[in-house]
Nanobody
Framework: VHVVESGGGSVRSGGSLRLSCAPS????????MGWFRQAPGKEREEVAH???????RYSDFAAGRSIISTDHTKNLLFLEMDNMKPEDTAMYYC????????????WGLGRGLWGQGTQVTVSS
């Protein structure tokens, strides 16, 4: 089983982004799901995550203009981000259960499930 992102592409500055993520097959419910991004030459960083109880956390750059949501029964994950900026240009990744302690602490590329990523390019 792997996870697949959709919804990336080109976005105008000030526009909105809508991403979706779904597992390729049956998967047990995830405790924590989230979105990460990685820009060229930069490290991968977390955008936001949501746990099975619906608790959310956003990174500073995403707070106030993003909404992460999920259908935990189907392991579906969504991200909406408004007021997109050129610096939001990156590969966006869906991730499930990649944290070391629930939704807290560090995370690892070798843990859980990672999607292949979907490119988002914001033009000014």
């Amino acid at each position: 089983v792997h996870v697949v992102e959709s919804g990336g592409g080109s976005v105008r500055s000030g526009g909105s982004l809508r991403l979706s993520c779904a597992p390729s097959g049956w998967k047990a419910n995830s405790y924590c799901m989230g979105w990460f991004r990685q820009a060229p030459g930069k490290e991968r960083e977390e955008v936001a995550h949501i746990d099975i109880d619906g608790n959310t956390r956003y990174s500073d750059f995403a707070a106030g203009r993003s909404i992460i949501s999920t259908d935990h029964t189907k392991n579906l994950l969504f991200l909406e981000m408004d007021n997109m900026k050129p610096e939001d240009t990156a590969m966006y990744y869906c991730a499930m259960d990649v944290w070391y302690d629930g939704c807290e602490g560090g995370w690892g590329l070798g843990r859980g499930l990672w999607g292949q990523g979907t490119q988002v390019t914001v033009s000014s």
